[in-house]
């Protein structure tokens, strides 16, 4: 199996109509692409934060950072996102809570809740990353993608992401 996901990869147009064990293949290959694609990315958002010195914080807390952005949330409403792939969302918060990144407070209706928002130095990384991206969408203007192929990407991504919702949800009924 994994020879037929290799084999794709170095040579994708190479495709015949879809068999049986080579739809197989490829819904494999997707999983391990998307599998990838998340640690490069987070490589490509450590490696930026390593650029600029920032050494207290990783990769998933800076994501963290830059989805709250001007909001300000409770660790559920961060947890529920389910962005952070793998990580403990309370114990990042913590974290970066010491570290200076982030402001908490207790809810005033429920002192159960805790809110948080960014400090100032969270907004920097907030900043740092939106410069990134801005950098990385100039690039790919550049003939890496165009715009179309990145909506049909999108588009299979989410279908895909419906598909594994309904399977979390109803199962795989025949």
């Avoid at 600029?52 to 996102?81: C, H, K, P, Y």
């Avoid at 002192?111 to 990384?125: A, T, Y």
């Avoid at 990407?153 to 979390?168: C, D, P, T």
Wanted: net charge negative; charged share 25%.
């Amino acid at each position: 199996m994994n020879n037929m996901i290799h084999e794709r990869h170095e040579n994708p147009s190479a495709v015949s109509p879809l068999s049986s064990g080579e739809t197989t293949g490829i819904y494999l290959e997707t999983i391990s692409l998307i599998e990838r694609l998340h640690r490069h990315f987070l490589e490509v958002v450590k490696s930026e934060l390593d650029r600029l010195d920032i050494r207290d914080l990783n990769s998933v807390q800076a994501l963290i950072l830059f989805n709250i952005g001007e909001e300000e949330l409770t660790v559920g409403e961060l947890t529920n996102r389910g962005y952070y792939l793998g990580s403990n969302v309370s114990y990042n918060v913590k974290k970066m809570v010491e570290n200076g990144y982030l402001l908490q407070e207790r809810s005033k209706h429920d002192r159960r809740s805790v809110r948080v928002r960014l400090s100032d130095r969270g907004l920097h990384v907030c900043q740092v990353l939106s410069d990134m991206y801005a950098k990385q969408i100039a690039h790919l203007k550049q003939g890496t993608f165009e715009e179309p192929e990145l909506n049909s990407l999108n588009a299979s991504l989410l279908k895909l992401e419906r598909f594994w919702s309904g399977v979390i949800d109803f199962g795989l009924r025949t």
